[in-house]
């Protein structure tokens, strides 16, 4: 291994994707540390699902960098660390963080308050579940300033750039670590770290000029008078990982005059955290940028509704986004990245005009100058699958984790070769996710039928019974365990209908299951529909004519608006998602621990 220059910075970029990006990342990790690489790692920005692993790793690097000295620290410690992290961050995805928001009564309730959030709950599961146990900080909540690391040894304030207490005299580094959201307020990039948050500054004078957007100015927490000084590290996650339509905006109040900032997911402005490698406060020169974003198939036939053609469009600018960003990257700095990607290895297609058929092989168009995915010794058929995996946040199987792992583990190590100041001589280490790699090289079919349904976000268990993946006795065990959740749902449904039937005379089942009783409820709210709407229709006209004429519709909405929205919030917001917690609190004990436990093994 070359000396590494006191000037070069070498940078980590972990994309979104969901925890398939998380275990797709543990296992470029895992690499990275047989390969000696983690110790030079200067600045990690992440995304997403990258936060959600990155955030745990560095919880763990903090523990080690503050228990040795700079010369204690072996390589092995970082192996032994990222062994941990692997089976502590399945061990907590498979708790099904996703389906838990919904498993609260008491926090279902308090949704109604506009200061809380679903995403404000899966913060708090991500700081129970994945951080905490990671971190001690008394009974309080982890704040991102605890993220601070006082390397041992250090008497004076450790700070990473100081160029003579800081990293460029330590041989093993402490790097920065970035978690990217994305700012709805001014569509910049919002970065967390453990001394600051806010936007990222321009880079340089084209950012300037170009883009006219205010900025919320970057702040550090112990500079903040108008709020608590601090964040919270699961407050932080979630907002990098609040993925729109998914997740509501989580909010960032009383720190900036008339004004709350409201974060998404890192992701809408760069899903892959390059930008952040670039941040002038701690510009990167060599690059790692590991990527498991979801990527859109190409459709011979695409649907052209207005919901459809929205939301293609939005993955086609996201696309575009991702293409340029790691273009301009590999461009400028070849030699200096090391790049890799979910559909590494894979072709594409050319598409023959005058209807003449398509070759299904590549063509040399589309696979000069590509690698196949067999030569880090996975099989095409499992690289296509695990490109397809969910991007969701919900409990993973042992081997959809594992193959997801052991993949990033395959697919990463020519490419951080090239980066040879930063590599020594690799050490052979069993990880959980080894006994995949010779399925994923052979493209084993029991594995392969797993990975086919995991890119279903629902259903699975039903889906691996009526696929056939499961076999007979687990089938008839997901019917048994099956059976307490449909009970309390049927229940919960008739108990429903009974109180309507009994208030309001309404007898919703029978209108839902017998066509004449649906055509009588039709018929019923005819009239009371017809008045609403040729009053809406006749007000409109009259403010063309006058305007202001239509406002009396106005005044009859306020009129109605109060007892209807109280009546909304009693029973939609409040008391159904207290009730409809019961069945999830069912489920997640009974089918999905069955499912995980029994089914989702090989």
């Known amino acids: 291994m070359k000396a590494v220059d006191s000037n070069q910075r070498l940078g980590l970029a972990l994309s979104g994707g969901g925890f398939r990006a998380s275990f797709f990342h543990i296992g470029v990790l895992a690499r990275m540390a047989e390969m000696g690489m983690l110790k030079h790692v200067e600045s990690i920005s992440t995304v997403s699902g990258g936060s959600i692993v990155g955030a745990a790793y560095y919880l763990l690097l903090k523990e080690l960098l503050e228990s040795k000295t700079d010369q204690e620290i072996t390589d092995a410690d970082y192996v032994a660390l990222v062994q941990y992290l692997e089976s502590h961050f399945l061990a907590a995805v498979q708790h099904n963080l996703a389906m838990r928001t919904f498993a609260n009564p008491f926090k279902n309730m308090r949704m109604v308050m506009p200061n809380y959030s679903r995403s404000d709950t899966i913060g708090e599961l991500y700081e129970r579940i994945i951080y905490r146990p990671l971190i001690d900080v008394g009974e309080r909540r982890i704040r991102m300033s605890d993220l601070l690391i006082q390397p041992k040894g250090m008497e004076q304030t450790f700070h990473p750039w100081d160029s003579v207490l800081g990293n460029p005299r330590r041989k093993h580094k402490v790097p920065v670590l970035i978690l990217n959201a994305t700012s709805l307020n001014s569509g910049h990039s919002w970065h967390f770290t453990a001394m600051s948050m806010g936007e990222e500054p321009p880079r340089n004078a084209n950012f300037r000029d170009i883009d006219k957007k205010d900025r919320y100015r970057r702040v550090r927490y112990e500079d903040i008078t108008t709020r608590k000084p601090y964040f919270l590290l699961g407050n932080a996650v979630a907002a990098s990982a609040c993925v729109p339509g998914l997740f509501p905006p989580l909010a960032v109040s009383n720190l900036y005059q008339d004004c709350r900032v409201q974060l998404v997911d890192g992701g809408v402005f760069d899903n892959q955290g390059i930008a952040g490698l670039f941040d002038p406060d701690c510009l990167c ?10 990527q859109a198939d190409a459709s011979d036939n695409p649907k052209t509704d207005l919901l459809s053609v929205l939301a293609t469009s939005s993955s086609i600018l996201a696309g575009r986004v991702r293409e340029e960003m790691v273009n301009n990257l590999i461009q400028t700095q070849a030699a200096r990245t090391a790049y890799f990607h979910l559909t590494r290895g894979l072709f594409a297609r050319d598409i023959e005009y005058n209807n003449q058929p398509s070759v299904i092989r590549p063509s040399p168009v589309m696979s000069t100058g590509l690698v196949s995915s067999t030569t880090f010794e996975v099989a095409e058929s499992a690289q296509r699958e695990l490109s397809k995996i969910r991007t969701d946040l919900d409990a993973f199987t042992d081997v959809e984790a594992g193959c997801l792992a052991a993949d990033g583990y395959q697919m990463s190590a020519p490419q951080l070769a090239k980066l040879k100041q930063y590599t020594a001589a ?36 039903l889906l691996y019974a009526l696929k056939g993946v499961a076999n007979g006795k687990q089938s008839l065990g997901l019917a048994l365990v099956s059976l307490p959740a449909i009970a309390s749902l049927v229940l919960i449904v008739w108990l429903i209908n009974q109180l309507m039937k009994d208030m309001l005379g309404i007898d919703f089942l029978q209108i839902m299951t017998s066509p ?6 039709l018929f019923d709210i005819a009239p009371a529909a017809y008045f609403l709407l040729i009053a809406l229709v006749l007000s409109k006209i009259a403010d063309l004519f006058y305007q202001g004429s239509g406002k ?10 109060g007892p209807l929205a109280l009546i909304t919030v009693l029973a939609i917001r409040i008391v159904l998602p207290a009730v409809f917690a019961i069945p999830v609190i069912i489920y997640l004990h009974t089918i999905d621990k069955y499912f995980i436990k029994v089914m989702g093994k090989y």
Do not use: C, N
Not at 286 to 293: K, N, P, T
């Open 516 to 521: 004449a009783s649906f055509q009588q409820f």
């Open 426 to 461: 690799s050490v052979a280490v069993y990880w959980q996710f080894s006994r995949y790699r010779p399925l994923l090289k052979e493209g084993d079919s029991r594995m392969l039928d797993q990975l086919a349904l995991a890119r279903h976000q629902y259903f699975k268990p």
């Open 285 to 294: 020169t060599d690059f790692i940028v590991s990527d498991a974003a979801g």
């Open 552 to 561: 009396w519709l106005g005044w009859l909405h306020r009129i109605l608006k």
